[in-house]
């Protein structure tokens, strides 16, 4: 009995926010590896593009939400999702003309083009928060679990009860469709595997008659893809604040690095490893101790290794660990 206790709190604390905590990095980390490894920098707007395809989700959810329109038990942000796609895609496609298409045709380093995602990162930013505001938004609605702690103690008895938010599950079933589209779309269709190849190698890409400006148009459709649905995810999972975007820049990058810069399998693993290892560190095992020792030996204080304040430390420790030890990531990306 205490062993399910143990177990029930630790999936509620842990593993549940774990798991979908690391499906949005994962989505977000896809995003990074794919401009890194072919279009070749490292994109620093990525936080704030993805804040800006969520402040569209959030608006047309407003929107849908005073019309009446809803999606019944899912979240109405399901409906205005598309919105943001594509208003996502017309922003990242209008950058790309606009600042880094000049910078690609000059040839010019990968540093210039850092520098010019930073200029792109601030200007998105003040965008967002001119247009929404700095401070939290909520857009979430429809049915809040999936399982509630009333229903799972009713059904088991345990005094511990085990609970799964609807967005919690939504998280993992939408990261899941959406990563095995994406590797079907890289390994099967044409256009996959011209970006792959543009990817491994540019000049014999170029010879065998790639286009690249195709191939960059759909990295950047994809990428919008992937950033607006991992925004939007985050947003409903906890609320969609502007500033906080911009920080989770450190833990998505990090993601990416740790898994491999340029391997998408190294990407999604990345972002679990990660993810687990900011909630692991940040959570007070207390609890889970109480029950799994003798009463006697029970701990007094909360056996938390590091404050919640402190968790994007975490994600910068692992990074500088690998970047340190294993540059190339745990599945031999490009080395940073």
């Known amino acids: 009995m205490e062993l399910l206790n143990a177990i029930v709190v630790l999936a509620n604390y842990v593993i549940i926010p774990a798991v979908s905590y690391g499906s949005q990095l994962a989505l977000g980390a896809l995003g990074v590896t794919l401009i890194y490894g072919i279009l070749r920098f490292s994109n620093f707007a990525h936080g704030d593009t993805m804040a800006f395809g969520t402040m569209v989700t959030v608006l047309f959810t407003w929107w849908f939400q005073s019309m009446g329109i809803s999606a019944g038990p899912?979240?109405?942000?399901?409906?205005?999702?598309?919105?943001?796609?594509?208003?996502?895609?017309?922003?990242?496609?209008?950058?790309?003309?606009?600042?880094?298409?000049?910078?690609?045709?000059?040839?010019?380093?990968?540093?210039?083009?850092?520098?010019?995602?930073?200029?792109?990162?601030?200007?998105?930013?003040?965008?967002?928060?001119?247009?929404?505001?700095?401070?939290?938004?909520?857009?979430?609605?429809?049915?809040?679990?999936?399982?509630?702690?009333?229903?799972?103690?009713?059904?088991?008895?345990?005094?511990?009860?085990?609970?799964?938010?609807?967005?919690?599950?939504?998280?993992?079933?939408?990261?899941?469709?959406?990563?095995?589209?994406?590797?079907?779309?890289?390994?099967?269709?044409?256009?996959?595997?011209?970006?792959r190849a543009y990817s491994d190698n540019e000049d014999l890409a170029l010879l065998s008659g790639i286009n690249p400006e195709r191939v960059v148009m759909v990295t950047w459709l994809i990428v919008a893809t992937l950033i607006t649905i991992a925004g939007t995810l985050y947003g409903l999972d906890k609320s969609f604040k502007p500033f906080v975007y911009f920080q989770l820049l450190l833990p998505i990058f990090a993601s990416a690095i740790v898994g491999g810069l340029g391997n998408p399998l190294g990407a999604i693993a990345g972002g679990f490893v990660i993810a687990f290892s900011e909630v692991t560190i940040t959570y007070a095992w207390k609890k889970v101790l109480g029950y799994l020792m003798p009463e006697s030996l029970a701990p007094d204080g909360l056996v938390q290794l590091l404050s919640t304040d402190y968790k994007f430390a975490v994600s910068f420790v692992i990074l500088l660990i690998v970047l340190l030890f294993k540059p190339t990531g745990l599945f031999q990306g490009k080395s940073v």
């Open 74 to 195: 899912l979240p109405t942000a399901l409906l205005a999702l598309p919105l943001g796609i594509l208003a996502t895609m017309g922003m990242v496609l209008g950058t790309d003309r606009l600042v880094y298409r000049f910078y690609r045709r000059q040839k010019a380093k990968p540093i210039i083009l850092v520098m010019a995602s930073l200029g792109v990162m601030f200007i998105t930013n003040g965008i967002v928060r001119f247009i929404i505001g700095p401070g939290d938004q909520r857009f979430a609605d429809g049915e809040r679990f999936i399982i509630s702690v009333r229903d799972f103690k009713a059904m088991t008895g345990l005094p511990e009860g085990l609970k799964i938010r609807t967005t919690e599950g939504l998280t993992v079933i939408t990261a899941v469709i959406v990563v095995a589209l994406l590797f079907w779309f890289l390994n099967r269709t044409r256009t996959g595997k011209s970006m």
